[in-house]
C-alpha cells in the first residue's frame, strides 16, 4: 500500500505558487499601466528638430507636468499635433535672437552647449519677445530645421498646452545621423 498524500499536498503547494505568481504579475502589470497612462507616458520621437539630444525614431519617458524652468525638454500639443522643444524662456522673459542665432533671455546670452551650431532659421516673429505670464518660448535644438517660437505659427506655448517634461530616453536611435 502507498501513501500518495504526500505528492497531492506538493501538488497544492505548487499550484498555489503558480496562482500567487500570476496575481502578483497581473497586478504589478496593471499598477505600472496606470503609472504609464496617467503619469510617465512614453512618447516616441518623429523628426529631427531636437538633435543633437533627441533623434527621430527615440523613445522617451515623459512626466506630466505643466510646470516648467529654462532647460526642460518639453512636450506639447499644437492643433492636433503633439511636439518637442526645450525651453528657453518663461512667463515675464524679454527673448531676442540675433542675426547669428544667438539667443538672449532678459539680455543675458543663453548657454546652450547641447547645440551643433546656431541658426536664426525661419524666424517670422519681431525682437524682443516678452513671454506671457504661464506661458514658454520654446526652440528645437536643431535650429536650422525646428520650427517653434521663433514662427508665429507655434509663438508662445501656453502652460494649457504642455503634456509635460521629458525625464529620460529609453530607447535611443541605434544609427545616429552625422
Do not use: H, W
Not at 16 to 27: A, G, H, P
Not at 56 to 84: A, E, M, P, Y
Amino acid at each position: 500500500m502507498t501513501d500518495d498524500s504526500g505528492s497531492s499536498k506538493t501538488g497544492r503547494k505548487f499550484g498555489r505558487v503558480i496562482l500567487t505568481v500570476l496575481i502578483t504579475v497581473c497586478v504589478t502589470a496593471a499598477v505600472v499601466t496606470i503609472l504609464v497612462i496617467n503619469f510617465f507616458p512614453v512618447m516616441k520621437i518623429f523628426g529631427n528638430s531636437m538633435s543633437t539630444t533627441l533623434f527621430d525614431g527615440d523613445v522617451v519617458l515623459v512626466r506630466k507636468s505643466d510646470t516648467l524652468k529654462r532647460g526642460d525638454i518639453c512636450v506639447f500639443s499644437l492643433n492636433g499635433t503633439t511636439l518637442c522643444k526645450r525651453v528657453v524662456g518663461v512667463g515675464g522673459d524679454e527673448i531676442s535672437i540675433d542675426e547669428n542665432g544667438s539667443v538672449y533671455v532678459n539680455g543675458t546670452l543663453l548657454n546652450e552647449p547641447y547645440l551643433s551650431g546656431k541658426s536664426l532659421g525661419t524666424s517670422t516673429v519681431e525682437y524682443p519677445v516678452t513671454v506671457p505670464e504661464n506661458s514658454y518660448f520654446v526652440l528645437g535644438d536643431n535650429r536650422r530645421t525646428s520650427i517653434d517660437s521663433r514662427s508665429t505659427a507655434v509663438g508662445c506655448v501656453e502652460r494649457s498646452q504642455i503634456e509635460g517634461k521629458i525625464l529620460l530616453r529609453i530607447l535611443p536611435t541605434p544609427d545616429i545621423p552625422e
